[in-house]
């Protein structure tokens, strides 16, 4: 079975840190770019960062870049977001997703999310 499966979320307080993981099953995460994206209650969702399969260079977006690390270990088949200096804008149901060619073409499978939620 193809699965992607987020962990690491939680309540954390502003200014703290969490790192999310994203491990595939059913599937070599290898061949493929691997995103993640967040959605908060009435907003869009919005991509945060991809990282390629070809040389594993790193995309965010302006919202995230100099805080959120993306990274991956095809050896354990899982992708990284390191989340720092968390504020409470960054509130939301955070989830990973992958898809083949250019980091800018559409998901093609993605998994249910894990709540990351900053709050003192």
């Known amino acids: 079975q193809v699965q992607l499966v987020e962990s690491g979320g939680g309540l954390v307080q502003p200014g703290g840190s969490l790192r999310l993981s994203c491990t595939a099953s059913?599937?070599?995460?290898?061949?493929?770019?691997v995103h993640w994206a967040r959605q908060a209650p009435g907003k869009e969702r919005e991509g945060l960062a991809c990282?390629?399969?070809?040389?594993?260079?790193?995309y965010y977006a302006d919202s995230v870049k100099g805080r959120f690390t993306i990274s991956r270990d095809n050896a354990k088949n899982t992708v990284y977001l390191q989340l720092n200096s968390l504020r409470p804008e960054d509130t939301a149901v955070y989830y990973c997703a992958r898809n083949r060619g250019s980091c800018f073409a559409p998901f093609d499978f993605r998994g249910q999310g894990t709540q990351v939620t900053v709050s003192s």
């Open positions: 059913g599937f070599t995460l290898d061949v493929y770019n």
């Open positions: 990282i390629s399969n070809s040389d594993a260079r790193a």
